[in-house]
Every structure is written in structure tokens, then in C-alpha cells.
């Protein structure tokens, strides 16, 4: 069967002497393994179409398995993004953390709207961390494990008044009453609070220019940083690298 899609590159390996398989993310069949055959010769008209963080059309052959690429097309090569160290770090991140949540037949609309829309915001130099950390959100509330931050887990009262402390690994905040439920529960500032509830509520898609001190850019990572290990509990080679550029300061 002959399929015609749109897609970004979100992993792509080396099969045999000449050729290329990539994973896609696309619009509107979730993840597509494709063989590319003769993509790492040097005058290859597919060469492009394999790069990491590519989006284009894909035209490919396949009954079951891994298809074959027919044609393709670039829409955005997104090459500022393999250019630049810090932005291909993130990059990688989002890919490789949409790549091991994303099921090969999941309906991947709304994943492939929110990688291309962090991928964007990444080209256009906005916070990576900051972006990070809302597609970290999206993420999770894909999968299911959206966090509850409006009121606390256990009890169900709001507490606007009083410090609330966050438990990645109950799923939510915890009021002052409640934190013995979770003794390790994060406390934040009422500011890291309120964007974390934001990021609930916005879509990567409408992100506009967020300013954030590094305090709470500290914060919001940390936080998010122990949803993700609690909840989906991945152990990535990307966010490994991240981890190493942060504690270098690059």
C-alpha cells in the first residue's frame, strides 16, 4: 500500500552499507518506520530527507513492518537546529522522549503539532528550557499523567494562602497538612506554581515570548525534570547530555 504523509525525522540510523531507516512522527498515522535506500551515498537526491528534525512529505511503499521511501519532499529542512550545539541538544530531547511515549499505531495528530510547534520555537531562540519543560507537560498530559496543581492531591481543598509543595510521584501538589503523605515533596515559589499551571492550560502551538528568571527556570526544570522520572520513569541518552551542557554551564 502506497502511503502519503507528512512527517518530522525524529530518529534516523544507518542500515547496511549505503542506507538510511527513519522513524517519523506523522500528521495523521502516528510513528512510520521507513527504509531509504542509497540515502548515505554522497549524490543521493534523498539525502536531506533523513537529517534529524527534517519535516517534509513522504512518499513510501509498505504491507507490514518498515516501508520504503517512493519520494519525498522538504518543508522545512530545520538545519538552524543541527547547527547550533544547545538547540540540537533540545532538540534530540523532544524527539527522542516523543520517540519512546509515541506507540508505533498511535494517532499522532496532536503529538506532531506539539513536536513541530517546540521544534519552532526552538529556530526562533525562545527559552529551550522554558520550551522544554511546557512539551515535557504536554507530554505528560498525552500520556495520561497530567499533574493536578490546582488543588492538593490528597485532600482536595484549594490553598491559595499557604505554601503548597509539589510530589512529582503522587502526581500533584500537596498542601502544608498533607506533605507528610510525601516528606521528599517539592517546595517552589508561588511564581513557579503559577507557570506550571499555565503550562497546563497552554498549547505549545500559541506560545508567545516568555521571560523567566533563572531562579524559576531552575525550578520549573527541576520540577519537571522528577514528573518525567516518577511518572514515565525513561532513562533517555539526550536528556543525559543535558544534564552534562548544564552542569558545564554550556
Not at 519552532?120 to 496543581?149: C, N, R
Not at 498533607?178 to 517546595?187: G, N, R, S, V, Y
Not at 503559577?194 to 508567545?208: A, H, I, P, S
Request: aromatic residues 8%; proline residues 3%; charged residues 25%.
Amino acid at each position: 500500500m502506497l502511503y502519503r504523509v507528512e512527517g518530522i525525522v525524529i530518529r534516523s540510523m544507518d542500515y547496511g552499507e549505503g542506507n538510511k531507516i527513519v522513524t517519523l512522527c506523522t500528521e495523521s498515522g502516528g510513528k512510520a518506520g521507513v527504509l531509504v535506500r542509497g540515502a548515505k551515498k554522497p549524490k543521493s537526491r534523498h539525502a536531506a530527507l533523513v537529517q534529524p528534525f527534517t519535516y517534509g512529505q513522504y512518499v513510501y511503499f509498505r504491507n507490514t513492518g518498515l516501508g520504503t521511501l517512493n519520494a519525498g519532499e522538504i518543508i522545512e529542512s530545520n538545519h538552524e537546529l543541527r547547527e547550533d550545539l544547545v538547540k540540537a541538544a533540545y532538540a534530540s530531547y523532544a524527539c527522542e522522549l516523543l520517540d519512546r511515549v509515541l506507540q508505533d499505531e498511535e494517532t499522532g495528530a496532536f503529538w506532531f503539532k506539539q513536536l513541530k510547534a517546540c521544534l519552532q520555537a526552538l529556530k526562533e531562540d525562545k527559552d529551550p528550557a522554558v520550551i522544554i519543560s511546557l512539551y515535557e507537560m504536554k507530554i505528560l498530559q498525552a500520556a495520561g499523567y497530567g499533574p493536578q496543581l490546582l488543588e492538593c492531591i490528597s485532600c482536595n481543598h484549594e490553598r491559595p494562602d499557604e505554601q503548597l509543595f509539589i510530589s512529582p510521584r503522587l502526581g500533584g501538589v500537596l498542601c502544608r497538612a498533607c506533605k507528610h503523605f510525601d516528606p521528599p515533596a517539592i517546595a517552589v515559589s508561588a511564581k513557579t506554581l503559577k507557570l506550571l499551571r499555565l503550562f497546563v492550560q497552554l498549547d505549545l502551538q500559541r506560545l508567545g515570548n516568555i521571560s523567566v528568571s533563572e531562579s524559576t527556570r531552575n525550578e520549573i526544570t527541576k520540577v519537571m525534570r522528577a514528573f518525567m522520572d516518577h511518572q514515565l520513569g525513561l532513562h533517555l541518552k539526550s536528556r543525559s547530555f543535558l544534564d552534562q551542557m548544564e552542569k558545564y554551564g554550556i
